[in-house]
Every structure is written in C-alpha cells, then in structure tokens.
C-alpha cells in the first residue's frame, strides 16, 4: 500500500473511530468534524514521524490534539468530554487490533504491531 493511500485510511478510520464513540455517549458530533479531528490527529503522527521522531512520540503527540479538539467540537461538560474519549479510545484500539492484525495494517499505532 503506497503512503498517500494509508494515510487517508488512516484518516478516515481515525475519523470513524471519533465519530462513533461520540454518537455512543449521546453527543455526538458531526462526521465533518470528526474528519477534522481525524486528519489533524494523523497529520501530527505522520508529521512527528517525518521528522524522526522516537516512536513513542509519534505515538503520544496526536493524543492532545484529538482530546482538545473532541472537546471544542463536543460542546459537552468535562465528564461527558472525558467517557466520550475513552469510548474513542477503546473503539481506535479495537480498529487498530482488527487492522493490524488481519490486514497487516500498522500506521494507526506504529509502535503496537500486532502482525509481522
């Protein structure tokens, strides 16, 4: 799979991921602006990796800016902004288990290969 190819799958399963553990809580927020979320969340990523970044930063430096940004777009109180993004959370893990491990897919976390 060529790079511009994973980097939009990875974008539009971020996005998938944020948009559905919004609508899960009851709040949820347009797939619009889980796009957002999801294409500045990969961009961080893949621009921390662009310049040679520790993976373990690669890995972290995307989590404040979905969590601040799922906050903005949410208009929600702090205790529904906080089981809305471990609901995220939980869904990008089980989407980065299924990809990684049936589809060899490992751009949504790099440091957590689940397949060779």
Same mark, same amino acid.
């Given at each position: 799979?060529?790079?511009?190819?994973? +980097?939009?799958?990875?974008?539009?399963?971020? /996005? /998938?991921?944020?948009?559905f553990g919004s609508l899960f809580i009851g709040h949820g927020i347009?797939?619009?602006?889980?796009?957002?979320?999801?294409?500045?969340?990969?961009?961080?990523?893949?621009?921390?990796?662009?310049?040679?970044?520790?993976?373990?930063?690669?890995?972290?430096? *995307?989590? *404040?800016?979905?969590? +601040?940004?799922?906050y903005l777009f949410l208009n929600a109180s702090i205790i529904i902004?906080?089981?809305?993004?471990?609901?995220?959370?939980?869904?990008?893990?089980?989407?980065?288990?299924?990809? /990684?491990?049936?589809?060899? +897919?490992? /751009?949504?976390?790099?440091?957590?290969?689940?397949?060779?």
């Amino acid at each position: 799979m060529n790079y511009f190819l994973g +980097f939009v799958l990875s974008i539009v399963l971020t /996005s /998938s991921a944020y948009f559905f553990g919004s609508l899960f809580i009851g709040h949820g927020i347009a797939f619009g602006q889980a796009l957002i979320i999801g294409a500045t969340v990969v961009s961080f990523g893949a621009t921390a990796e662009g310049l040679g970044a520790p993976i373990r930063l690669i890995v972290l430096i *995307p989590f *404040p800016v979905g969590m +601040f940004l799922l906050y903005l777009f949410l208009n929600a109180s702090i205790i529904i902004w906080f089981f809305t993004y471990i609901t995220v959370l939980a869904l990008y893990t089980a989407i980065h288990v299924i990809m /990684s491990y049936f589809f060899h +897919f490992h /751009s949504l976390i790099p440091a957590w290969k689940l397949s060779s």
